[in-house]
């Protein structure tokens, strides 16, 4: 028994709400299998152009690091 099971707020239909919710999704069969739920696909910070026009306003030693870090052509 662990002291947090004896004061929490969850009624036993939320519980038993959530593992139905989980069945249903799937995340509860991966949970089983000890396997780790897939992130949220988050949308990219900046569009192409941003990225673009980020990289035209560098100074040449900025240029030179992002050469250094990335290679060339990568």
Do not use: C, F, W
């Not at 139905?20 to 949970?31: F, P, V």
């Not at 396997?35 to 240029?63: C, D, F, H, I, N």
Request: positive net charge.
């Amino acid at each position: 028994m662990h002291p947090d099971h004896i004061n929490s707020s969850l009624s036993r239909a939320d519980v038993n709400g959530s593992v139905l919710e989980a069945r249903k999704n799937g995340t509860l069969a991966i949970l089983q299998r000890g396997g780790v739920l897939p992130s949220k696909a988050v949308s990219p910070s900046k569009t192409r152009e941003q990225v673009q026009q980020e990289y035209l306003t560098m100074s040449a030693a900025e240029k030179q690091r992002v050469t250094e870090l990335y290679g060339v052509g990568n």
